[in-house]
């Protein structure tokens, strides 16, 4: 196990009812608030009526930062930090998805941040100031309700970037908000979640016992847990549970003292910069893809994968039949709940695969299982034609 240093300032409000906290909340962080959200499934649910009602109770001025996309846009996060600057916002709300969340995140550090947003994506500066973030969760996916790490989209360069910003001070989740979820967004945040947990898992550290049996309980509970979900959408308990393994899937509690990898998040990020595809929909896609490329740089770990989270017998297998078998299960399960499987369900061909291989690679090789080039990259998108 190697060293490390764990630290995680996000109060988590979880179950049925906490969005009544938001008031006492809100008193403590400021009467300017921006409040950030999507293309308005708040309003039809009827959410957006009751935070608003709670910020107004709490003597709040509401500003609103409307219509974040879905991979969201730079441009966007530009328009929120104008609207802080503008009306001097002193803390900021995101009610939504990860997406929301995100493109919060980028507001909340680049609003004190004298320069351009895009720097901290770019690598050219880290975040030293942020406004105070809380959160209305919506879409159990990205775990981005706890953690630090924001993905935004510059549609002009066609670039996806992650970057390193600010912990929301607080979240709140209530199953219940997700019962409106469509289907195919629970595909996708299912498959999200389950490829964070992959990309922590898959590593060559040794002596991280606690730390495998940790990322496999979780995996383990969203399989047993996804087609009930999908089988019964206001199944309050099975959305609570998959709601918190969407959290703890990425909330760094799995990757302390590992190695971790996250070469294939950077691989979907190309391929949605350039054709806008969902995220948890292109890593459904290209994770099993990535499994095949790799397994041999430690396929014990990978038979590890197959027998302790699918249940494969290994009885009259080799060690490398049991490892395949592993990523036999994970791609049967994507597609068993209506997860697409090749890029051609989006439509998506062979003509950019060198863009979007580049685009991958940004600052280098990727991944630390096996190290990426552009020409490993584009070998892994040419098999998920």
Not at 48 to 61: F, I, P, W
Not at 247 to 263: C, F, I, K, Q, S
Request: aromatic share 10%; charged share 20%.
């Amino acid at each position: 196990m190697n060293n490390f240093i764990y630290h995680n300032p996000t109060e988590l409000l979880f179950g049925k009812g906490q969005l009544s906290h938001l008031t006492e909340k809100a008193r403590q962080l400021g009467t300017s608030v921006l409040l950030v959200y999507g293309g308005g499934s708040i309003k039809r649910s009827g959410l957006y009526d009751k935070v608003v009602g709670l910020l107004q109770e709490a003597g709040c001025r509401v500003h609103e930062l409307s219509g974040v996309e879905p991979n969201p846009r730079l441009s966007t996060v530009k328009k929120g930090i104008e609207i802080c600057r503008q009306e001097n916002v002193e803390w900021i709300l995101a009610v939504g998805g990860g997406s929301v969340i995100d493109a919060a995140k980028a507001v909340a550090v680049g609003v004190p941040y004298e320069g351009d947003v895009w720097d901290f994506y770019l690598r050219t500066a880290v975040p030293e100031a942020a406004l105070p973030l809380g959160t209305v969760l919506t879409l159990a996916a990205t775990g981005s309700e706890m953690n630090r790490s924001s993905v935004v989209t510059n549609w002009e360069t066609q670039e996806k970037l992650g970057a390193s910003t600010t912990f929301p001070t607080f979240s709140i989740l209530d199953p219940e908000h997700t019962f409106t979820v469509p289907r195919d967004q629970t595909i996708y945040g299912i498959c999200d979640m389950m490829s964070h947990v992959f990309e922590q898992y898959f590593s060559h550290t040794e002596e991280i016992a606690l730390q495998t049996r940790f990322a496999e309980s979780i995996l383990k509970t969203v399989i047993e847990t996804a087609e009930r979900v999908l089988a019964n959408p206001e199944d309050y308990d099975a959305r609570a549970t998959i709601l918190y393994c969407g959290t703890m899937a990425l909330n760094g509690t799995l990757p302390v003292g590992v190695e971790t990898d996250w070469a294939t998040h950077k691989i979907e990020h190309a391929v949605s910069a350039v054709y806008d595809i969902p995220h948890g929909g292109g890593l459904a896609i290209i994770f099993p893809k990535w499994m095949r490329y790799v397994y041999r740089e430690n396929v014990s770990r990978f038979k590890r994968f197959a027998v302790e989270v699918w249940g494969v017998d290994p009885s009259g297998k080799s060690e490398e039949e049991i490892a395949l078998a592993g990523i036999e299960a994970t791609e049967a399960f994507f597609a068993r709940i209506g997860a697409p499987t090749r890029l051609a369900d989006y439509k998506i061909g062979e003509e950019k695969l060198p863009v979007m291989a580049e685009k991958a690679t940004p600052f280098g090789p990727i991944g630390s299982f096996k190290q990426l080039t552009s020409a490993d990259v584009a070998e892994i998108l040419r098999m998920c034609l």
